[in-house]
């Protein structure tokens, strides 16, 4: 189906999307955004490895990539349970003004 | 044919929203527009032939994904009026990194010039994917369950504890 | 023999693990772990009953170094010796350590030391070896600073552990210098390679063994070691860890060459004489054994550097026996004298006498033990003396260099002479203690019984003057060949019952009950002349230890005094011509230059913000570093190689 396109071009997307969650890490001034972040820099691997795998029979890196989202949605959820809970005590979202973990 | 005009314009429905996060300071808009970036995603999946991942993106990540980070959003939302905005930092750092990555991964990418053959997969992909499953990923897909199960009942653990 | 093959790396598992168990429980930890170390002295019974050909056992670590371990009939028979003292020390131990809290902690670290010392046996390789060298060196440490909460006694540990680090590194160098000139890098190569060291590396290899064995001028640390538990000393100071240097010495001395032998020879004897001459004045009972093993360590080491390394091994053999016999004694004693009353010093000899009535069964402990350190016929100890001066008076004779049989034989008088003092001064003359207190235990005697039976000759050899009787020589020695004497020589047998009987007469007759010396020994002082002086400070190794120490602070000192007076002074000068140009360009600077330095220093200024960010403790900018880090690596290995 995707004779006409080139790979390139979904390497460059992906490329995109991925430095796109690095910017977004590193100006944004909230651990909501930096989360965001890290979900684009996930999708950017999961985007490549889904595009390879249409011509690998073993189908490896569909595999890989449903497991990748499994993993981002624990890693959320962990997230911003500590979030919420580092929220509680600091009144705080920004990671940068998070200097101990301790009360 | 239309296959390439449909690619198009899932690419243009994916990297909008991306660009429009980046210069945000909403935190909410960001979210949701974050939504709209995962739909092209599975529309561009969907094109890929992996409808299954098109259809796990749809439901795990705009739908499950995109709810917890309103719901802590809304959660934390601090009390000075400051609203959902937040502020950029470093700006210049940032874009200059990520930019520089960009390039010279986009330099390697093009050195090392993709070619593919094409193999067109046998069977339905989805029960392909739901053998693979349960024979050779057998002891990867028990592990992870195991482990979301861990970190689902931790998150509620850590969420609650604070709350006492 | 198919299962031993198998199954036989358990035998240096089995120790930790009894370690571990008895670590976990602290109340009933020593006689938990007997079970470990019990069932691996089975375990090596069984061994050395069944070998016939070295079993290896090896893996690769890294290119051209491996990992290794092998077990032929030396090193089974040796690691047979350990289980069987550890588990007489750890039953002896029952009852000495009853009022420690700490027992869980002492079984953890005995185990623990059981583990390294027959890790250390077993190693082919000499990484290996090296590795397993320093873990029983670190838990001797651990042992000697037992009773940590008293400084003294933890300064002590650290003390010998520092002097045992000195000679670890020597051996380290030894080890490096093998793998640098291209040798053979483990024992059985070694062996039947054939190829000679050169003189360097053999060298490092002897002050190696020499650290470990207590030598000149190394022998400081064993006396600093007697601060541990007095089992621990029987075990680990006098059976088992301090052999660790005459095994390695056994081990190279076929590529060895002539002068690192003689190297050997005369070291070995000079110490041997010198920690003979050093037991003669302490007042400490633990002391003046410390000074006998010590010595008789020298005596197997002289006894490798003759050539003698049969007669060598057989001294270890029956050594350990009756050393740590007389060890454990000792430490019935203290534990006696320390539950009679707490507040004399438990250990030294003045306090003591006439304990014959009261520990019947280790009194003759003792007397078995110590007439076999004096050498006298009917005991162990004769037989393997004898081996050893028989060696060197045929080397004597052989090199025409004959300190060393001179030495040797004057050390056998010495040690009838202290060892005869010692039983006098402890068990015999008037007792000062009244009540008669029945000797403790079973779990004391058994050990001692066993240790004293084990000193007779008969176990040993049927002919009681022959050393070449020995059991176990066409065992061990099968295949090596024999090269040691290969007959006894009248004139040694003869000389040495002599001077080991003159030595307990003259001992005998300055201390015997109703002399003057006995008399006043109880009030005696440290002796003011200057022999005396020498001996009771063991040579005062330890001032040589302090000067060692003040000289490097010394040149310190000097490097820094330099630094003032030189460097600094330089710098001053250069400093004051700088303030002379500096006022000769300011002015230039100031009308000139100035536009052009404000300009410049803005661009620095930009350029110091613009680092100061690297150093930011912000999250965020340290992962973009961290990115920008990764890809310049990217860069690197994508473009420039």
């Not at chain 1, 965001?36 to 890196?61: H, K, R, T, W």
């Not at chain 2, 439901?59 to 917890?68: D, N, S």
């Not at chain 3, 691996?40 to 056992?57: Q, T």
Request: aromatic share 14%; glycine share 8%; with cysteine.
């Amino acid at each position: 189906m995707m004779e006409a396109i080139s790979p390139t071009y979904f390497v460059f997307l992906s490329l995109f999307i991925f430095c796109a969650g690095i910017a977004i890490i590193i100006i944004k001034r909230s651990a909501i955004f930096v989360l965001i972040g890290i979900e684009l820099m996930l999708n950017a691997a999961n985007l490549n490895l889904v595009y390879f795998s249409q011509y690998d029979p073993g189908m490896n890196g569909l595999m890989t990539s449903v497991f990748v989202v499994v993993l981002a949605a624990a890693e959320v959820a962990i997230a911003l349970a500590i979030l919420l809970n580092i929220f509680k005590h600091y009144k705080i979202t920004d990671p940068d003004e998070l200097t101990s973990l301790k009360n | 044919m239309i296959a390439s005009i449909l690619t198009y314009i899932f690419t243009a429905i994916t990297i909008a929203p991306i660009v429009y996060i980046l210069i945000t300071k909403n935190v909410i808009r960001a979210v949701f527009s974050l939504a709209f970036s995962f739909l092209g995603l599975s529309g561009l999946y969907v094109l890929m032939n992996a409808e299954f991942m098109a259809v796990v993106q749809l439901l795990i990540y705009a739908g499950g994904i995109i709810v917890l980070m309103v719901f802590g959003l809304m959660l934390t939302k601090t009390t000075l009026n400051k609203g959902f905005i937040t502020q950029h930092r470093s700006l210049f750092f940032g874009s200059l990194v990520s930019f520089l990555l960009f390039i010279s991964l986009a330099a390697l990418a093009t050195r090392s010039g993709f070619k593919v053959g094409f193999t067109e997969h046998a069977g339905d992909p989805v029960a392909q994917i739901g053998q693979l499953f349960l024979t050779d990923f057998i002891i990867a897909f028990e592990v992870v369950a195991f482990l979301l199960l861990v970190a689902l009942v931790g998150a509620s653990y850590l969420a609650k504890k604070s709350g006492e | 023999m198919t299962l031993i093959k198998t199954i036989w790396p358990l035998i240096f598992i089995l120790p930790l693990f009894s370690g571990i168990i008895g670590g976990l429980n602290s109340k009933q930890s020593l006689k938990l772990s007997n079970f470990g170390i019990g069932a691996g002295l089975l375990f090596s019974i069984i061994l050395v009953w069944l070998l016939d050909e070295p079993l290896i056992l090896e893996w690769k670590w890294l290119e051209g170094v491996s990992f290794g371990f092998s077990i032929d009939r030396l090193n089974a028979m040796l690691v047979l010796l350990v289980y069987l003292i550890t588990l007489l020390v750890q039953v002896f131990s029952i009852t000495y350590m009853e009022h420690d809290p700490d027992q869980g902690r002492y079984t953890a670290k005995l185990g623990f030391f059981a583990f390294s010392m027959v890790g250390l046996l077993m190693s082919n390789q000499l990484v290996t070896l090296f590795l397993f060298w320093e873990l029983v060196g670190m838990s001797s440490y651990l042992l000697i600073g037992f009773w940590y909460q008293e400084a003294a006694r933890s300064k002590a540990a650290r003390q010998a552990f520092m002097i045992n680090r000195v000679a670890d590194a020597f051996l380290l160098l030894g080890v490096i210098q093998v793998f640098n000139n291209g040798y053979a890098t483990s024992f059985t190569e070694i062996l039947s390679s054939g190829n000679q060291w050169d003189g360097f590396t053999g060298l490092c290899f002897i002050i190696g063994a020499f650290g470990k064995s207590a030598q000149f001028p190394f022998y400081g640390w064993l006396t600093k070691a007697m601060a541990g538990p007095t089992p621990v000393s029987a075990l680990i100071h006098a059976a088992t860890m301090v052999t660790a240097g005459v095994y390695l010495l056994v081990r190279i001395s076929p590529v060895l060459i002539e002068w690192n032998l003689q190297v050997i020879a005369i070291g070995g004897a000079v110490t041997a004489f010198m920690a003979a001459v050093a037991a003669l004045t302490q007042f400490d009972i633990k002391k003046v054994l410390a000074y006998s093993t010590i010595s008789q360590l020298g005596y197997m080491i002289l006894g490798i550097g003759v050539g003698a390394y049969q007669a060598s091994v057989f001294h270890l053999w029956t050594h350990a026996f009756f050393k740590a016999g007389l060890f454990l004694a000792a430490g019935s004693v203290i534990h006696y004298m320390h539950e009679l009353d707490s507040s004399k010093d438990a250990q030294d000899m003045r306090n003591m006498g006439g304990l014959q009535k009261i520990l019947p069964v280790t009194f003759y402990a003792f007397l078995i033990c110590g007439l076999a350190l004096s050498g006298l016929p009917f005991l162990s100890g004769f037989l393997s003396k004898e081996g050893i001066l028989t060696g060197s008076w045929l080397w004597g004779q052989s090199t025409g260099n004959y300190l060393v049989p001179v030495l040797a034989f004057c050390t056998a008088g010495l040690t009838a002479f202290y060892i005869g003092r010692q039983i006098l001064l402890v068990f015999f003359g008037s007792s000062s203690f009244t009540q008669k207190i029945i000797e403790p235990m079973l779990t004391i005697r058994v050990p001692l019984i066993f240790l004293a039976v084990s000193s007779l000759w008969f176990w040993n050899s049927l002919n009681p003057i022959n050393p070449l009787g020995w059991f176990w020589n066409s065992y061990l020695f099968a295949d090596l060949g024999a090269t040691s004497a290969q007959h006894s020589i009248l004139g040694v047998l003869i000389g040495s019952i002599g001077l080991s009987l003159a030595g307990l007469g003259v001992a005998y007759w300055l201390y015997r009950p109703e002399a003057e010396l006995t008399q006043n020994f109880k009030n005696s002082k440290e002796p003011a002349q200057l022999v005396g002086k020498i001996s009771f400070h063991g040579w005062y190794i330890e001032k040589f230890y302090d000067q060692i120490v003040l000289l490097f602070s010394k040149i310190v000192a000097g490097a820094g005094w330099f630094d003032k007076k030189v460097i600094d002074r330089f710098v001053d000068g250069m400093g004051v011509t700088g303030v002379v140009m500096a006022k000769v360009i300011g002015w230039f600077d100031q009308n000139i230059v100035d536009g052009l330095v404000n300009f410049m220093a803005s661009i620095s200024q930009l350029i110091g913000r613009f680092v100061t960010s690297f150093q930011s403790p912000k999250i965020q900018i340290q992962i973009g570093w961290l990115l920008l880090t990764l890809l310049v690596l990217l860069l690197w290995f994508q473009f420039l190689t």
